[in-house]
């Protein structure tokens, strides 16, 4: 089993920066698809960015050029660098998890290919 644990959220101006962090624990070994999602108040889970386990990642069309996914070598924590922060990027961060490959073809975007999740950390961008 993993755990996730999200760190890095917090209150930013537009145009500002941040990186959200991701503490791994557990099983990370087995785990071969990585992704960030969000959650805006009445809104969906959405997906942002996923990496697998050879490092290979994805960008929805809304963060792309903005956002970078990364991991460590040691696959213990997941980071996600967010520049030129929008407020429409306001939301609930979450990490998540799964032992199956991340899907090529955008099966990964929906939060029901991930077994496990963390609990989240806000970020708020004001304009």
């Known amino acids: 089993q993993v755990h996730l644990v999200e760190s890095g959220g917090g209150s930013v101006q537009s145009g500002g920066s941040l990186r959200l962090s991701c503490a791994a624990s557990g099983d990370t070994d087995k785990t071969k698809c990585w992704g960030w999602f969000r959650q805006s108040p009445g809104k969906e889970r959405e997906g942002v960015a996923t990496?697998?386990?050879?490092?290979?990642?994805m960008y929805r069309e809304p963060v792309k050029g903005r956002f970078t996914i990364s991991q460590d070598d040691a696959k213990s924590t997941l980071y996600l660098q967010m520049n030129s922060l929008r407020p429409e990027d306001t939301a609930t961060y979450y990490c998540s998890a799964d032992p199956h490959p991340c899907d090529p073809f955008g099966g990964s975007w929906y939060d029901t290919w991930f077994a496990v999740w963390g609990q989240g950390t806000q970020v708020t961008v004001s304009s």
């Open positions: 990496i697998d386990h050879y490092g290979s990642k």
